[in-house]
């Protein structure tokens, strides 16, 4: 049967022609439907687009009475076009009413059409409308008239996605790519951020949908596909060349699959053929699969969508000639980045002056590249799934790091009370302003040492804008992430003694290179591990690699001679291996002075508690050592065995919890046994509530991030010291339960200052 005059190409040439008429939008919608229904032999082309109230309006139709245009709306699931978009599926029906969704509109005069084919305008997986053919005649339509249809839904897409419709949508609706959409996700830095959405790994710009050579597109593809495959092939053999470790092999490996999988290079050279371009066909192979995988819950399968959406991305950029890291560089005004998730040095890569906040689809709030946000004062807000199929890049964005809600084009209502939020805010850091010069003294008397965390030169302007005791955690290995070389000797010395200069007198202490887990250095070769976070890194890369150790130390040395130089080691697990970082440290200070080099007056020693085994060697350690410092991040991922990266498990445990503070409360009473100085530089020590609970079983100095310096101290200064650890002492010997509320409402009977 010959079902199309001309067939799908010659409806494409014709489509392009439309496309390119310097018409109004209604204009070329009324003739896209004009031509689909001659093209097809249809009696009836109708298109529905989704609005922002969630319905779906007649914005054209060729067949249906005119007067309903505009008129008519139906909900998602209701009637057939409901359907398709709820279900993000065409129908072929040669006999629509029969059909138990068929509603029957008598506006439209629809009542004599039995044959129905309907596909949805999908993009990214969304569904922004609906395509309509119709015929009296009772008739099935072919494969061949589906897939075109589907191609001009394509088309569709694009010109809504580009806001060409916005305006033709009944008054106070708008449309639904358009509309605001306001999420709950988890704050990962504190902050609100106003400003607009760009996204780290941006969508390739098709600016091309309808192909001039359909032969010279396959060949396009193919050797798109072929570059790809062999990329990826590449990737694979290289591990080290792949930002990450451990887990991305078996993302790579799926991506092999993925690439080699030959349904999907069938489905995008079928699309190919209904006359798209390369580029437009991989996006609505895309589309379709995003919509299909989208509606699964198994979270296994949505995973997997992730894979497929960077493999198709690939694709994209093979077929556009597109080269290079996508992050990095000049960011627009007041910018907010958007990410699936990235590493600590691809943030680092960006102009920090105009990024407002950070987005991040997954993310866990002590991994990395969250804990150099909250470093930068970058407020931060993550764990939004389908984050990034809601927004496009230029869209208006705030993210309430205090809340961990995330506003996609916020309604101006929303933004008005953001516009207060952030004044009230501002009101708030004034008064921190006023407490930075005055002492961490509690009401019963006691003083705190409250230092900060620091890694890059722009945290050090901080140290006396927040009026903080020193710095309690230099972590070093940042300098060397920002590098694309092994950062030289000198250049670290200089960089170290800038950081003293800056300290101005106040204690600084270094923690000597923790590379490994999530912190790659791109230009060192490092295996792929399973487990990355328990495997080669921190102080067992040092002691392996003496000589990296070695550089390091030499540099610190040098930079603090006549001064007070603090190193500590991170990740250590047996007290011989600080003996062996110790004697580096003393060879390196014997060398310099025999070479006539003037040493640190004074040069403490430290060793980190993150691995739970160093609890158990605590005397021994403190022999040796002249202060400790709990790193609770890592201690906390190796007690409960739950990876701090890991986006699935972060909110599963309370770090505030029982186990944690019986075993942080051992440490505390080791080191007064052995009166070691002790500190605490993790992530526990930000906030009030959790600050509290770290006074009360007896720190007495605490590392944290800058911005909250201030917070803590107003807490402080409201906290009876000696009431929270009586209150802990007996909430302690119970039985878990939920240790935080108890906190929470321990701080709310007794005044104490927590801010939320
Ligand atoms: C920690 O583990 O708590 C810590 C302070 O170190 P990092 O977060 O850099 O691993
Ligand atoms: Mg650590």
């Known amino acids: 049967m010959r079902s199309s005059?001309?067939?799908?190409?010659?409806?494409?040439?014709?489509?392009?022609?439309?496309?390119?008429?310097?018409?109004?939008?209604?204009?070329?919608?009324?003739?896209?439907?004009?031509?689909?229904?001659?093209?097809?032999?249809?009696?009836?082309?109708?298109?529905?687009?989704?609005?922002?109230?969630?319905?779906?309006?007649?914005?054209?139709?060729?067949?249906?009475?005119?007067?309903?245009?505009?008129?008519?709306?139906m909900k998602v699931g209701q009637g057939l076009v409901g359907v398709i978009a709820r279900e993000a599926q065409p129908l072929n029906l040669p006999d629509a009413q029969n059909h138990p969704a068929f509603a029957y509109f008598p506006e439209t005069g629809e009542e004599i059409y039995h044959s129905f084919l309907g596909v949805p305008v999908l993009r990214g997986g969304q569904t922004l409308g609906v395509l309509v053919v119709q015929n009296m005649a009772r008739r099935t339509y072919s494969e061949e008239e589906v897939e075109a249809l589907q191609t001009i839904a394509i088309v569709l897409a694009e010109m809504i996605a580009a806001g060409e419709l916005q305006t033709l949508a009944k008054p106070g609706t708008g449309l639904a790519l358009q509309r605001p959409h306001h999420l709950h996700g988890r704050s990962f830095a504190e902050g609100i951020?106003?400003?607009?959405?760009?996204?780290?790994?941006?969508?390739?710009?098709?600016?091309?949908?309808?192909?001039?050579?359909?032969?010279?597109?396959?060949?396009?593809?193919?050797?798109?596909?072929?570059?790809?495959?062999?990329?990826?092939?590449?990737?694979?053999?290289?591990?080290?060349?792949?930002?990450?470790?451990?887990?991305?092999?078996?993302?790579?490996?799926?991506?092999?699959?993925?690439?080699?999988?030959?349904?999907?290079?069938?489905?995008?050279?079928?699309?190919?053929?209904?006359?798209?371009?390369?580029?437009?066909?991989?996006?609505?192979?895309?589309n379709d699969t995003r919509a299909q995988l989208l509606r699964q819950t198994d979270p296994y399968i949505r995973e997997r969508l992730h894979d497929l959406d960077d493999l198709a991305n690939r694709l994209l950029r093979e077929l556009v000639g597109w080269s290079g890291h996508p992050s990095g560089g000049e960011l627009p005004k007041d910018a907010i980045l958007v990410a699936r998730n990235m590493g600590p040095a691809e943030l680092l890569d960006y102009n920090r002056d105009s990024l407002r906040a950070l987005v991040l689809e997954e993310g866990s709030p002590t991994s990395h590249v969250t804990i150099v946000a909250r470093a930068l004062g970058i407020p931060c807000v993550g764990q939004l799934d389908g984050v990034l199929d809601l927004l496009k890049s230029g869209d208006p964005v705030i993210v309430d790091g205090v809340s961990g809600e995330v506003h996609i084009r916020p309604t101006a209502e929303?933004?008005?009370?953001?516009?207060?939020?952030?004044?009230?805010?501002?009101?708030?850091?004034?008064?921190?302003?006023?407490?930075?010069?005055?002492?961490?003294?509690?009401?019963?008397?006691?003083?705190?040492?409250l230092m900060m965390n620091a890694g890059l030169m722009v945290d050090l302007p901080h140290l006396p804008e927040a009026g903080a005791a020193g710095i309690g955690l230099f972590r070093t290995e940042l300098q060397f992430m920002l590098s694309s070389t092994f950062p030289r000797i000198g250049e670290q010395e200089a960089f170290y003694r800038s950081v003293l200069d800056a300290a101005d007198g106040?204690?600084?202490?270094?923690?000597?290179?923790?590379?490994?887990?999530?912190?790659?250095?791109?230009?060192?070769?490092?295996?792929?591990?399973?487990?990355?976070?328990?495997?080669?890194?921190?102080?067992?890369?040092?002691?392996?690699?003496?000589?990296?150790?070695?550089?390091?130390?030499?540099?610190?040395?040098?930079?603090?001679?006549?001064?007070?130089?603090?190193?500590?080691?991170?990740?250590?697990?047996?007290?011989?291996e600080f003996d062996s970082a110790r004697a580096i440290v003393e060879q390196e200070a014997a060398r310099l002075e025999r070479h006539g080099h003037a040493l640190p007056a004074r040069t403490r020693l430290g060793a980190m508690i993150e691995v739970p085994a160093l609890i158990w060697q605590l005397n021994e350690l403190?022999?040796?050592?002249?202060?400790?410092?709990?790193?609770?991040?890592?201690?906390?991922q190796f007690l409960y065995a739950v990876d701090r990266d890991n986006t699935r498990l972060s909110s599963r445990f309370d770090p505030l919890c029982v186990p944690m503070l019986r075993t942080l409360k051992e440490i505390v009473d080791a080191a007064q046994r052995n009166s070691i100085p002790l500190t605490l530089c993790g992530e526990l020590a930000s906030k009030p509530l959790t600050a509290m609970a770290l006074a009360g079983i007896g720190l007495r100095t605490i590392s944290m991030t800058a911005a909250a310096v201030g917070p803590v101290k107003a807490m402080l200064r409201s906290l009876d010291v000696g009431a929270v650890a009586a209150f802990l002492d007996t909430r302690l010997a119970q039985p878990n339960g939920d240790l935080r509320a108890d906190l929470a409402r321990f701080a709310a009977e007794n005044g104490v200052e927590i801010e939320d």
Request: net charge neutral; glycine share 6%.
């Open 506 to 576: 106040k204690p600084v202490v270094f923690r000597s290179l923790d590379i490994g887990g999530d912190k790659i250095l791109p230009y060192m070769r490092q295996a792929e591990e399973l487990n990355p976070a328990m495997g080669w890194r921190a102080i067992r890369i040092a002691l392996d690699r003496p000589a990296l150790l070695k550089s390091q130390v030499r540099a610190l040395l040098l930079a603090a001679a006549g001064r007070e130089l603090s190193i500590m080691f991170p990740m250590v697990s047996e007290v011989r």
């Open 5 to 73: 005059i001309g067939g799908p190409r010659v409806m494409l040439r014709r489509l392009r022609e439309v496309m390119a008429e310097p018409v109004s939008a209604q204009e070329r919608l009324d003739r896209i439907v004009v031509l689909v229904a001659a093209n097809m032999v249809a009696e009836v082309c109708s298109v529905y687009v989704m609005r922002g109230d969630g319905t779906l309006e007649l914005f054209a139709t060729e067949g249906l009475k005119r007067e309903a245009v505009h008129r008519i709306a």
């Open 193 to 286: 951020g106003l400003g607009h959405a760009v996204l780290h790994e941006p969508r390739v710009e098709i600016k091309q949908l309808i192909a001039e050579d359909a032969n010279e597109e396959l060949a396009r593809l193919d050797a798109a596909l072929e570059s790809l495959r062999s990329s990826v092939d590449d990737m694979l053999q290289h591990p080290s060349l792949n930002e990450g470790a451990g887990e991305h092999v078996e993302i790579l490996e799926s991506y092999r699959m993925f690439a080699r999988d030959r349904g999907w290079a069938r489905r995008i050279h079928e699309a190919v053929k209904t006359g798209l371009t390369a580029e437009a066909a991989v996006e609505r192979v895309q």
């Open 414 to 449: 929303v933004e008005g009370a953001y516009v207060d939020k952030v004044q009230l805010r501002a009101r708030r850091q004034e008064r921190y302003q006023r407490l930075r010069d005055t002492p961490a003294v509690t009401r019963d008397g006691v003083t705190m040492t």
């Open 622 to 636: 403190a022999a040796k050592a002249d202060f400790l410092s709990i790193g609770s991040n890592d201690l906390f």
